[in-house]
């Protein structure tokens, strides 16, 4: 009985948390101010946060979530503090794997649409922490290449939302252990914020005469300022407009290689990682400009302490270790980043998959052909490839994606990426360019805007393609060559009937090759889905195999892809 009388006490005080709406409000403006101490690993912020409600209720409660290692310190409104409850709240969307949750009882309910503006102030440290990895079986040496996080007097460097939660956020419990969870609240979190405004003045104490270290938050460089104390370091992060970005800082002991409009950033013992950013800046510069005009801002490019630290981009800021000596993957790094500085879209399947794409052009073009660039692309089809089988069998399981409303980084960068490879491949580059040129991001109001720009360069109806890959996610292509019949032509040549069929729900331009003693041909042919296409091709010689899909369009299944002709030629084709 005792037993039974606990749990309704502790029914009644779960009920109301379980009754909150995490996700009602969107944070739709930030003005914070923080100061960072890299001696004590710490920061210490205060500001104001502007919260719109999104619920269709009124709500009387706004969640605030900040990294489990800070702690709130007060919350006011129009100056009067407020009354709150400060919990920890586990949710793998933060690198400690927990949240310090303040749950905020408002004065008065905010209607539906309204918004209110809040004073906060929290303070704490930040430190490497790989515990949501760790706890899910990733062994820590690898974990902390991932999970690099922190503030620390050597180097700083922090991402926001989906990594550590330095600023305020409010979200559901994401939970890395349960399949895409930790991938969906932070998709959720970023396609909410991607219309908010973020400002963010970070400053450092003075550091008694050695003159500041270099702090970066986004392409935005830091300043100095002398203000009583010896030295103080400054620099703003200023976005009218998220979009696709995560506020970052990073405070580290830069040599400034920079050559404007590159930012430049090397450590100690990388020039010649550093050196190769500079060496590609003309060349990359050229190929971008043709392709995406001129460019119009800055980026940057800085370097990670953890020479084997996994890479990270926001915007037009590019973290990555300087210590690979890889000019290859510079120049490729630096062409994706001056295509930001060039062009710009509110819809991150264009602003992102435009990048990657110019990437792959980039490898095929500059350096290694066309196969390295479709291996390039195999990297990327590899971080969607599973989601989309989902989509295929199971679509009341994973509806999927369409990619021109999605958040979610696999698709936006690396299936965009693949859609404007096959585009090129199926309309040319010229047209691709031309439709690219014509594109301006002040007017693309409507998500057809893209397609009509393609289909006017291209002088071609592309409806059937955009709705299987932009407008809907249909999952992708399964090609295989249902039959190939050789016919005796003239003077020991062969005509060959191929037959491709498409298993999958989304339709594809596809390139395949008939090899032959001697050689092979490669002709292009337009499969739509669950449907079949039949092309007759004339080769010099006893064709031997054919195969479909060099890799330049993702799909499902790339093993049913080569069909061996065993059956001896016809006698003569029919005209
Ligand atoms: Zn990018």
């Known amino acids: 009985m005792k037993f039974l009388c606990a749990l309704c006490v502790l029914c009644e005080l779960v009920a109301p948390a379980l009754a909150l709406d995490r996700e009602a409000f969107t944070f739709t403006k930030y003005d914070l101010e923080i100061r960072l101490e890299p001696d004590q690993q710490r920061l210490g912020a205060r500001g104001k946060v502007t919260l719109r409600n999104d619920s269709a209720q009124p709500q009387k409660i706004a969640v605030l979530q900040i990294s489990s290692s800070l702690h709130w310190r007060s919350i006011k409104m129009s100056g009067k503090a407020v009354q709150y409850i400060s919990q920890p709240y586990f949710s793998d969307i933060d690198h400690t794997g927990a949240l310090s949750e303040a749950i905020v009882t408002l004065p008065a309910e905010i209607k539906a649409q309204d918004s209110v503006e809040l004073e906060i102030g929290y303070e704490g440290t930040i430190l490497l922490d790989t515990t949501r990895l760790t706890q899910i079986g990733v062994p820590e040496a690898l974990a902390k290449h991932v999970s690099w996080d922190q503030i620390s007097s050597s180097f700083t460097a922090v991402r926001g939302a989906g990594y550590v939660a330095w600023y305020p956020i409010a979200t559901e419990s994401a939970d890395f252990s349960e399949g895409n969870s930790m991938f969906q609240v932070a998709d959720r979190w970023r396609a909410r914020e991607a219309e908010s405004g973020f400002r963010a003045t970070l400053s450092l104490p003075g550091e008694g005469g050695k003159g500041p270290p270099t702090m970066l938050c986004g392409d935005n460089l830091g300043g100095s300022a002398e203000y009583g104390r010896p030295w103080s370091a400054f620099t703003d992060c200023d976005y009218k407009r998220l979009g696709t970005v995560t506020p970052t800082f990073v405070v580290a002991k830069y040599l400034d290689q920079s050559k404007p409009p590159l930012h430049l950033f090397s450590l100690q013992g990388h020039e010649a990682d550093s050196a190769s950013?500079?060496?590609?800046?003309?060349?990359?510069?050229?190929?971008?400009?043709?392709?995406?005009?001129?460019r119009s801002s800055a980026i940057a490019i800085a370097d990670l302490a953890d020479s084997n630290a996994s890479p990270f981009e926001?915007?037009?800021?590019?973290?990555?270790?300087?210590?690979?000596?890889?000019?290859?993957?510079?120049?490729?790094?630096?062409?994706?980043?001056?295509?930001?500085?060039?062009?710009?879209?509110?819809?991150?399947?264009?602003?992102?998959?435009?990048?990657?794409?110019?990437?792959?052009?980039?490898?095929?073009?500059?350096q290694d052909g066309r196969a390295a660039a479709l291996e390039f692309l195999n990297l990327h089809r590899t971080t969607f490839v599973e989601a989309e089988k989902d989509v295929?069998?199971?679509?009341?399981?994973?509806?999927?994606?369409?990619?021109?409303?999605?958040?979610?980084?696999?698709?936006?960068?690396?299936?965009?990426?693949?859609?404007?490879?096959?585009?090129?491949?199926?309309?040319g580059e010229d047209a691709l360019k031309l439709a690219i040129h014509n594109y301006r991001a002040t007017d693309d109001k409507n998500p057809k805007y893209a397609e009509q720009l393609v289909a006017a360069a291209a002088k071609r109806d592309l409806g059937w393609f955009f709705d299987d890959w932009v407008y809907h996610d249909r999952g992708l292509p399964d090609f295989r060559v249902l039959a190939a019949h050789p016919w005796n032509g003239e003077k020991g040549r062969q005509i060959v009937t191929v037959t491709i069929e498409n298993l999958?729900?989304?339709?594809?331009?596809?390139?395949?090759?008939?090899?032959?003693?001697?050689?092979?041909?490669?002709?292009?042919?337009?499969v739509r889905a669950k449907s079949t296409a039949t092309s007759r091709v004339e080769v010099p010689g006893a064709a031997a195999e054919v195969v479909v899909n060099d890799g330049s369009v993702p799909e499902s299944d790339l093993t049913n892809n080569v069909l061996k002709i065993t059956e001896s030629p016809e006698p003569g084709l029919q005209k």
């Open 277 to 294: 950013y500079s060496n590609a800046l003309e060349p990359a510069s050229k190929f971008v400009s043709e392709w995406f005009g001129q």
């Open 314 to 366: 926001s915007g037009t800021l590019l973290l990555t270790s300087m210590a690979r000596e890889d000019s290859k993957l510079a120049e490729i790094n630096l062409v994706h980043e001056l295509v930001h500085a060039a062009f710009t879209s509110p819809r991150p399947w264009i602003y992102e998959g435009l990048a990657h794409f110019a990437e792959a052009v980039y490898r095929e073009q500059k």
């Open 392 to 427: 295929a069998t199971a679509p009341q399981k994973n509806p999927g994606q369409p990619l021109a409303t999605t958040f979610d980084e696999s698709y936006y960068r690396s299936k965009a990426a693949y859609v404007w490879w096959m585009l090129r491949d199926t309309i």
């Open 504 to 526: 999958g729900s989304a339709g594809a331009e596809v390139p395949f090759t008939i090899r032959f003693a001697g050689g092979e041909i490669t002709r292009r042919i337009e």
